[in-house]
């Protein structure tokens, strides 16, 4: 099975400490997402990437969070000084190229900030 | 007002009777609607889109589309226990080419033997 892959599962941080998540789309697809979700919450955007390209932030991305998908492939977000308001399921999520709004989500990552 | 608004539930139907979902949206310009399901401890998985007012039927699955009410439902035919999930709306403002989606916060369905 080819489909997005997510690590770590689950992370368990001191607040102040850095934490960095991977996510490996399906292989043929070009776009790549950043969602966050809390318990009882839908997802919540936070960023794109067509390729190598972050094409658009939430404003809920502050400057502690960067992401990068340098060679269009895999992507990490980086979350720097976790704060415990970060505690939430980090879902990555995946399209096809073309027009297409149908995410492929992985299985997310788990962050509890103690 | 939230952007997407759906009734937290849970809702709770008798194994094959029919669930309906509802939903709601704010912004009258979106172009493109979604349901997604969530079982307990997953990620979403897609299970249906519609972009046109109207009914679209997909086996047990029926999504329904009013524009001028700006809402969105999700009817379930026959329903499973294994239907038991959390079922998120989501909706696209700008349609077009991204998946940048706003999620409403989900209804839980429970289906009781």
């Known amino acids: 099975d080819t489909g997005v892959s997510q690590d770590p599962r689950h992370k368990i941080t001191k607040r102040g400490q850095n934490v960095t998540f991977r996510c490996d789309p399906i292989s043929e697809h070009n776009r790549l997402y950043w969602y966050r979700q809390t318990l009882g919450q839908g997802p919540e955007f936070l960023t794109y990437f067509q390729n190598e390209a972050q094409l658009e932030k939430s404003r809920l991305l502050s400057d502690r969070f960067s992401a990068e998908r340098p060679k269009g492939s895999f992507s990490t977000l980086e979350i720097q000084r976790t704060e415990q308001g970060d505690s939430a399921m980090y879902l990555c999520?995946?399209?096809?190229?073309?027009?297409?709004?149908?995410?492929?989500f992985g299985s997310g990552t788990q962050l509890s900030v103690l | 007002q939230k952007e997407v608004e759906q009734n937290s539930g849970p809702l709770s139907v008798p194994e094959g009777a029919i669930a309906s979902l509802n939903c709601t949206y704010s912004?009258?310009?979106?172009?493109?609607f979604f349901w997604y399901r969530q079982y307990s401890g997953k990620s979403p998985e897609l299970i249906m889109s519609?972009?046109?007012?109207g009914d679209k039927e997909d086996g047990r699955f029926t999504a329904q589309l009013n524009k001028a009410s700006q809402y969105v439902s999700l009817l379930i035919r026959d329903s499973q226990p294994s239907d038991s999930a959390t079922y998120l709306c989501?909706?696209?403002?700008?349609?077009?080419?991204?998946?940048?989606?706003?999620f409403g916060q989900g209804t839980t369905l429970q289906v009781k033997p």
């Open positions: 999520a995946s399209s096809p190229t073309g027009p297409s709004e149908k995410l492929f």
């Open positions: 912004d009258r310009v979106s172009q493109s």
């Open positions: 519609i972009y046109s007012n």
């Open positions: 989501a909706v696209n403002p700008l349609g077009g080419n991204t998946g940048k989606l706003i």
